[in-house]
């Protein structure tokens, strides 16, 4: 069942700002880091922002560092992904994940294991 569901997603000129918004579906996920991955066609899924249970340590992967910003609101078990200076290279599915519970790792992939259904992010030139 869905765990996990996406909103925001769309299509962009390039430099222009989405937000993405992760929210629980059937069970709270206020212990369990959360983190955005993304794949591109033909190309693997990977980790490009984590936030650890408790909001106060982040990661991203150097391609979207200074760009983007996730953040979350433990209330409503809530994560976002604001996204500025987008490219065309960051056209992908974009995917919320949440962790093993209270994990530590929140900077690894390996550590995710419940997802959402994932939404297009589409950046034209």
């Known amino acids: 069942q869905v765990q996990l569901v996406e909103s925001g997603g769309g299509l962009v000129q390039a430099g222009g700002s989405l937000r993405l918004s992760c929210a629980p579906s059937g069970r709270a996920f206020s212990k369990h880091a959360m983190g955005w991955f993304r794949q591109a066609p033909g190309k693997e899924r990977e980790l490009i922002a984590a936030?650890?249970?408790?909001?106060?340590?982040?990661y991203y992967t150097d391609s979207v560092k200074g760009r983007f910003t996730i953040t979350r609101i433990n209330a409503n078990d809530t994560v976002y992904l604001q996204m500025n200076s987008l490219r065309p290279e960051d056209t992908a599915v974009y995917y919320c994940?949440?962790?093993?519970?209270?994990?530590?790792?929140?900077?690894?992939?390996?550590?995710?294991?419940?997802w959402g259904q994932g939404t297009q992010v589409t950046v034209s030139s």
């Open positions: 994940a949440a962790s093993r519970s209270s994990t530590p790792l929140y900077y690894s992939s390996n550590e995710y294991v419940y």
């Open positions: 936030i650890n249970w408790l909001g106060a340590s982040t």
